[in-house]
C-alpha cells in the first residue's frame, strides 16, 4: 500500500532557527512530491518535485528531492512566527490523480 | 478571484442523522477532489470528478458517503446515515488540470475545510 511518513510529527523551535522537515515515501510508478503549509484551515501549495537533486527555493524556504532513497525535505531557515502551520507532504502517482499524504508535521516557532 | 469554498465550516449532528458537505471550487476548474482528515491522521483521499463525472472514487470510505457534482460546477458530499468514525475535516481541492497531467504545476487549490463532528 502506497504510504508517507513525515518527521518529525511536531517541532518547537526559537525565531531565527533552521528547521529541516522529513518526508519519505513509498509509492508505487512514483511521479511527484508535493509540499503544502496549512496554517489555520486550507493547505497552500508550496513546491512540487519531480526530478532528483535540484532544489527548490522560494525565500527562506527550500526543498529537495531524493528519488534514490525515497525522501524529500524541507528546509526553513532564519524562521519567524509566520512559519507556524502544520507542513504537509504529498506524493502522486502516475497511476492515478491522487495525493498520498503524510500526517504532517507541526512547527511552531517562538519568538 | 475567489478561492475553493466550503460549506458549513462546522456542522454537529448526532449518530445517524444525515449531513450534507458543498464546495464550490475555483471557477474554470474542472477537476475537483474530495479529501478527509481524520483526528490524528494523514488527510486520505475519498474521490476525484473531472467535471461531473467521478474518474476515481477509490477512497470513498462505504456507501454511506455519496457525493455529486451536478453540471459540473458544485460538488456536494452527503453523509447518510452519519457514524461516530465519520467525524473529522472534509476538505476540498481545485485544480484546472489534472495533477498526473503533462505540464501542470501540481498547483492543487484547497478550500478551508468542513470539520464534521457526530455525537
Known amino acids: 500500500e502506497d504510504k508517507v511518513v513525515q518527521s518529525p510529527l511536531s517541532l518547537v523551535v526559537h525565531e531565527g532557527d533552521t528547521v529541516t522537515l522529513n518526508c519519505s515515501y513509498e509509492v508505487t510508478n512514483f511521479r511527484s512530491l508535493l509540499w503544502y503549509k496549512q496554517e489555520k484551515k486550507a493547505p497552500t501549495f508550496l513546491f512540487m518535485l519531480t526530478s532528483s537533486g535540484i532544489e527548490k527555493k522560494s525565500g527562506r524556504l527550500s526543498s529537495i528531492l531524493d528519488k534514490k532513497e525515497l525522501f524529500s525535505i524541507l528546509n526553513i531557515t532564519a524562521t519567524q512566527t509566520g512559519d507556524s502551520a502544520v507542513y504537509l507532504c504529498?506524493?502522486?502517482?502516475?497511476?492515478?490523480?491522487?495525493?498520498?499524504f503524510g500526517t504532517g508535521t507541526r512547527l511552531q516557532v517562538f519568538p | 478571484e475567489a478561492g475553493v469554498t466550503q460549506f458549513p465550516s462546522h456542522s454537529v449532528i448526532e449518530k445517524g442523522q444525515t449531513v450534507t458537505l458543498r464546495c464550490d471550487p475555483i471557477s474554470g476548474h474542472d477537476n475537483l477532489y474530495w479529501y478527509r482528515r481524520v483526528m490524528g491522521k494523514e488527510i486520505k483521499f475519498l474521490l476525484h470528478f473531472v467535471k461531473e463525472s467521478k474518474q476515481d472514487e477509490s477512497g470513498m470510505p462505504n456507501n454511506r458517503f455519496l457525493a455529486e457534482r451536478t453540471g459540473g460546477t458544485y460538488s456536494t458530499l452527503k453523509v447518510q446515515p452519519a457514524e461516530l468514525e465519520d467525524s473529522g475535516v472534509y476538505f476540498c481541492?481545485?485544480?484546472?488540470?489534472?495533477?498526473?497531467?503533462?505540464?501542470?504545476?501540481?498547483?492543487?487549490?484547497f478550500g478551508e475545510g468542513s470539520r464534521l463532528t457526530v455525537l
Open positions: 481541492a481545485s485544480s484546472q488540470g489534472p495533477l498526473a497531467g503533462g505540464g501542470n504545476t501540481g498547483e492543487l487549490f
Open positions: 504529498g506524493a502522486e502517482s502516475y497511476n492515478t490523480d491522487k495525493l498520498i
